[in-house]
């Protein structure tokens, strides 16, 4: 059998940012843009896969965010992992490679749900999470007998404890400097995967299972060192989708930690509010700011979005919680979602009310129903979709795609823009820091 030359492979990280598509809540957003790009980070998918190549191939790692693709490089292969919002560019640039003879592959969670529109326009598929697959794509690539799709056998999934240290030297290059400056402001690392509150617009536990998986704390260890060679001072970035549902664990990975001298941020729920233990490790471990999905203030929302109605019984526990977190140190980053089924034109001042009152600041986005999610099978079967799929381009999380329950679609978006002038401008941003200067001079 003829074994096929692959010596070097580009692993290309499609434009991100792309805003709104609706042309005025673009020119919001970009009014207020200083304010809403909270973290600049890099794909951790594909320097995850390039730690599982062998050391014999050459990998080139492109960020399309802070770079051009150079389409006239000859690689022997190129990858590219995309969102849902990504996907059209990313068919794009798999277009123009494979229209000079370069075989493309594509992993990422769109793909992982349509596998079958994607190879309209790449080679190979990867559905899922990559460790065990990239591994065997690659050597059925070299023996020419790679498959034109590649799926975890359903209902397993990778044991994260054998997953490798990111090759985080791939960031490092010198054109990502601009000014002395790294574009990246955080560097991502990620501990666990899975989540069991199945939320309806979410993808994460049908992606990644309801069960908590996670590494090893020997293994988080020696990324967060790695992390800390090649980005001294730099703040990480926790990118997993919920850092501490168990706590215990939670709890043993932060005293380890706490030694190792970094500023951290991290994605979690607002029951971390309950367990002051952690708080205060969070704060001694150097963590700054958790990012909490509240989602909604209005209880119809919230029992909607969980089958197990979690998210609701959270609800009454929001102000005391933010006010526990903020009392050890620790920034509230909210995230909140408008166009719900039980959203009325009253959801934007009582949202943004609730910001003021509880002094927190966040992202406020509009309910995007993804490919694979529960929401968007919903919103078929009752007719409201706004345009037949595919719509991918405008899932940026900022566009309305379905025709809202209680209000108008123009309503929708006119509360939305309203509610991005409050929130983020000057005099709100600055009060926001006083509160926490504040709260600072009472702990430190
Ligand atoms: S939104 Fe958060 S809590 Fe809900 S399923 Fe996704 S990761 Fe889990």
Request: one cysteine or more; charged letters at 30%; proline letters at 4%.
């Amino acid at each position: 059998m003829s074994i096929r030359k692959l010596n070097h492979i580009c692993l290309i990280g499609t434009k991100r940012y792309t805003w709104a598509i609706n042309p005025k809540i673009k020119k919001s957003l970009d009014e207020n843009n200083k304010f809403i790009k909270a973290y600049n980070t890099s794909s951790l998918s594909l320097i995850t896969i390039a730690a599982l190549t062998p050391p014999d191939i050459d990998i080139s790692y492109i960020d399309e965010d802070f770079e051009e693709i150079d389409f006239d490089i000859q690689y022997d292969m190129v990858g590219i992992s995309a969102m849902t919002q990504q996907v059209i560019r990313s068919y794009e640039i798999a277009k123009e490679f494979r229209k000079r003879g370069t075989y493309v592959v594509m992993g990422g969670i769109h793909a992982s749900f349509l596998p079958n529109e994607a190879l309209e326009w790449v080679d190979t598929v990867i559905m899922g999470e990559g460790e065990d697959l990239w591994p065997q794509f690659l050597e059925d690539f070299k023996n020419n007998k790679e498959k034109k799709i590649y799926k975890q056998p359903e209902g397993t999934f990778v044991d994260l404890t054998k997953s490798p240290t990111p090759r985080y030297d791939l960031l490092t290059r010198k054109d990502y400097f601009k000014n002395n400056k790294i574009f990246y402001n955080m560097i991502p690392i990620q501990v666990s995967r899975g989540c069991p509150h199945n939320c309806e617009f979410c993808l994460v536990t049908k992606c990644y299972g309801s069960k908590f998986r996670k590494k090893t704390i020997e293994q988080i260890i020696r990324e967060i060192k790695k992390i800390k060679e090649y980005f001294p001072g730099k703040v990480i970035l926790f990118a997993d989708d919920n850092l501490f549902i168990d706590k215990k664990f939670s709890k043993k990975l932060l005293k380890t930690i706490k030694d190792l001298n970094i500023r951290w941020w991290a994605q979690t729920d607002i029951s971390i509010g309950e367990d002051e233990e952690l708080l205060s490790l969070i704060y001694e471990s150097g963590g700054l700011l958790l990012l909490i999905g509240f989602e909604s203030i209005d209880p119809e929302n919230l029992k909607l979005i969980n089958i197990n109605s979690w998210k609701y019984k959270q609800l009454s526990n929001y102000s005391k919680n933010i006010e526990r977190i903020q009392k050890h140190g620790i920034i509230v980053f909210g995230s909140f979602i408008f166009g719900l089924d039980n959203d009325d034109k009253n959801v934007f001042k009582n949202v943004v009310g609730f910001m003021d009152e509880n002094n927190i600041t966040g992202q406020l986005t509009i309910a995007t129903p993804l490919p694979g999610s529960r929401l968007l099978e919903r919103l078929k079967r009752e007719d409201r979709l706004l345009e037949n799929e595919p719509f991918w381009d405008k899932c940026t999380f900022f566009d309305v795609l379905y025709k809202p329950k209680k209000m108008t679609v123009e309503e929708l978006e006119d509360g939305f823009i309203g509610a991005y002038k409050q929130v983020f401008n000057e005099k709100v941003q600055a009060k926001r820091v006083q509160y926490l200067k504040e709260i600072y001079k009472k702990i430190i």
